[in-house]
């Protein structure tokens, strides 16, 4: 899978920023390839590049149309499939990381074959898994893990995987979900395995390297998420993490989606630590990573000291702050 | 999905008993729906119900005609097509817990579609799940989880089904694979479900119901097992289990096909309710079963009594002692 760039960022009718995090994600990490973003009406997201119709974002060389919204459950509205037909009339190529696939429209089929231009469903993979086997492997393997959904994990990993680049050490991102496979270019969108292979993908996705080699994972969900827990699970036994780091947004109460109370990062270090040791015995909470955007530096200031004085580890805010504190700790 | 019965179960050429155990569970668990088997030439099992042609089922009433017996690699041998045609023929519907789709062969798909039949691959769920909310609901769900894959789960979800059908209480049992499917009629294979959506599946498996309602439900891998423990948690908050029985193999050191130590019963216990409480927080242990097929009468008494000392619950083999000990907590 090679996705051609550059893209245009559709964002529909993304409710909110957090909607639009497919699409922020790759604007943020790969600005050059964000040529412009398409809105439709009633869309309260803004990704701040350029806003392109079709035609426009054709004219200036898009290659690919890339859905950069979400929607509860991945399921992919109808009301998308006009303004997808005509992206493929102007000759792009579609990358989608919903559940629902492209081709399930046939329409979308039609005008692709038409006009020539390939569709991706990055969040599905054809490729067929082994069960997990839990066995011990060479390499080193840093997992982003989280109080809740939504909370910076991949933020995390791809800020660690820049950090550690900086240092000349090596090091692979490897991604998880949807917007981590369109920014790396590779891996595997783990929620949309079968149940019985996620732990054997995991391994799949993080096989066996040498011992100053680091894999930086993408985690998904949460552990305390009642959706979710089941594929946060699996993503730890199969990834094996010699090293974890706990990802927080401390104006939450409850879980994305859910009425479940947010988890405590205490319980987060506690139980991941626990069920991580199944896998690999010597697992270890390296860091503490906060989004505070919703805080003023003050504010933030204030929190990131407070978790310090409770835990003896790094804690950051990686946009604010970096995440050299943690990579320090994996260097000594 | 509500599979009709009564059945004829095919057997094919089953090498051995083992072969057969998805048929012999069928019998075993719902004899009033086993009208027949059907064996072929070569065939070294036997469910010592009575032996039937296609002709001779359809015309005593068979609804069903269920493959009850495993192959390799839980491929559906080309060989077998001319007698599962003959059943469609007969009017009979299919159902088969086989790796491989009927829907794979064309001459089973045209002639379900000439006779009207149905087609299950209980193995396979196309039902489209929503992510689940982890919201409270009314009425009572009971797990069966595991020290390990292949303890007795299914078993012992079974024995408390039938022992509280005995009391007149209000009972279902929630098949969660292929066997339990079957014996069931109906059912989710969750270890096919698509990761992010084991959670809700489980929830739509055991929706809510009265206050004086048990849905029992068949557990599946372990909390501590490698390769499946997303499954089990994924199984665990969908479910929101009031209670639960731990299953365990006295004589195993490693789990099912990896290396890594058999879980403790106390950790199960632990693990379980710490993990349970996300989606209901009075989720409590209300037993042990224990499968000491392998110990004689005086060591499985010695073992039953050992661990009865170290846990206040109802500890029992469901073969050997039956359940009762254990539906007696649920009812005080």
Redesign the interface.
Known sequence: MEIETPYLIFIGDAKDALAAKTGQGIVDWRPTWSLGQLRLENCRADLHIPDMTVAEAATAGAKTFVIGTVS???TLPESWIPVIVSALEAGLDIASGM?TRLREFPAVVAAAEKHGCKLYDVRHCDLQFG?????ARAGNRLLTVGTDCSVGKKYTALAIEREMRKRAMKVDFRATGQTGILIAGGGIA???????F???ACEYLTPENSDDHWDIVEGQGS??H??????????L??TQPNAFVVCHEPTRTTMR????PIASVEDVIE?TT??GR??NPVVRCVGIAVNTASLDDSQSATYLEGLQRRFELPVTDPMRRGVASIVDVLTR
Request: zero cysteines; hydrophobic letters at 45%; charged letters at 5%.
């Open positions: 509860p459950g991945g559940h069960t997990g086997n839990g066995t783990i929620d949309a395995v079968v149940a019985d996620i732990a054997g552990l305390f009642p959706s979710f827990a089941g594929v946060s699970l699996g993503l036994h199969g989606n859910v009425d479940t139980q626990a069920l199944l896998t």
